[in-house]
């Protein structure tokens, strides 16, 4: 059973930073494709920034590029995101997610974290 856990969440000033992790449990996590969605309160889950299964591929959603980076450890099975300059609108649950079909931005990820909450406030 594939599990996915993230941590490194917490609250932040404006403009500050974040690096959020995805451990997984995955005998084959480096041939998964993975991603950071987030949730806001009264908003649709969005795709924050994906990986391919090689970390050659990348993806980022318009309001974060330049500001967050994917990354990934596959001798770790970990996944990173780093946030930098984080804005209020930021704030949400992030989501870790990952798919084992060899697909490239799944339109759905098979499995899923239990999130972890980012907060940004002055």
């Known amino acids: 059973q594939v599990q996915l856990v993230e941590s490194g969440g917490g609250m932040v000033q404006p403009g500050g930073s974040l690096k959020l992790s995805c451990a997984a449990s995955?005998?084959?996590?480096?041939?998964?494709?993975m991603g950071w969605f987030r949730q806001a309160p009264g908003k649709e889950r969005e795709s924050v920034a994906e990986i391919d299964w090689s970390g050659g591929s990348f993806y980022y959603e318009d309001s974060v590029r330049g500001r967050f980076t994917i990354s990934r450890d596959n001798a770790k099975n970990t996944v990173y995101l780093e946030m930098n300059r984080l804005k209020a609108e930021d704030t949400a649950v992030y989501y870790c997610?990952?798919?084992?079909?060899?697909?490239?931005?799944?339109?759905?990820?098979?499995?899923w974290g239990r999130g972890t909450q980012v907060t940004v406030t002055s």
């Open positions: 995955a005998p084959a996590f480096g041939t998964y494709a």
């Open positions: 997610a990952g798919d084992s079909r060899g697909l490239w931005r799944p339109v759905v990820y098979e499995f």
